[in-house]
């Protein structure tokens, strides 16, 4: 997984060079161990350069965890992630992780409430549905982050 990440980095440094290469932070996901979605999700962090360390655990946990975090039922998915001080429940994109730790708004995280159909680690043929990813501000006010 390092040399991947390490390969892509100077992969990134010599298509674009003058450009900054983003360096991701590793991000801590908590999910259940039998759900393939969420390894799917995890496998789509890695393909984009993120160190993912996974933590398997118990629905009861996973409750707390995003209670712990401020995410609602209604704002709810089946995993949940932690990185750079934001939390990433569901299904969001790499690229708005990115965007988000890049551009730092005062925020609690992201959030892709359920399960949408082609969201990432959702794939089902070429099927797609549309979602929102959003944007959980402090004290529980969301907005839209990106659409999909």
């Given amino acids: 997984m390092i040399v991947r990440t390490l390969f892509s980095l100077l992969l990134g440094a010599l298509l674009l060079p003058g450009t900054a290469v983003w ?20 496998e789509h962090l890695q393909d984009n350069g993120f160190e993912v360390t996974v ?3 118990s629905p009861a946990m996973l409750d707390q965890i995003k209670r712990q975090a401020g995410i609602s ?38 959030t892709v409430p359920g399960m949408p159909i082609g ?27 990106a659409k999909y």
């Fill in 23 to 42: 360096a991701a932070p590793e991000i801590e996901v908590w999910k259940s161990p039998s759900c393939d979605c969420c390894t799917g999700w995890v």
């Fill in 55 to 57: 933590k398997d655990t």
């Fill in 73 to 110: 039922d209604k704002l709810a998915s089946c995993h949940t992630g932690k990185i750079d001080g934001y939390v990433i429940e569901g299904h969001v994109p790499a690229a708005d992780i990115q965007r988000l730790v890049s551009e730092k708004p005062d925020a609690a995280g992201l």
């Fill in 119 to 145: 969201s990432p680690g959702m794939e089902v043929d070429d099927k797609r549905q549309p979602y929102d990813v959003l944007l959980l501000r402090k004290y529980g006010a969301t907005e839209v982050f």
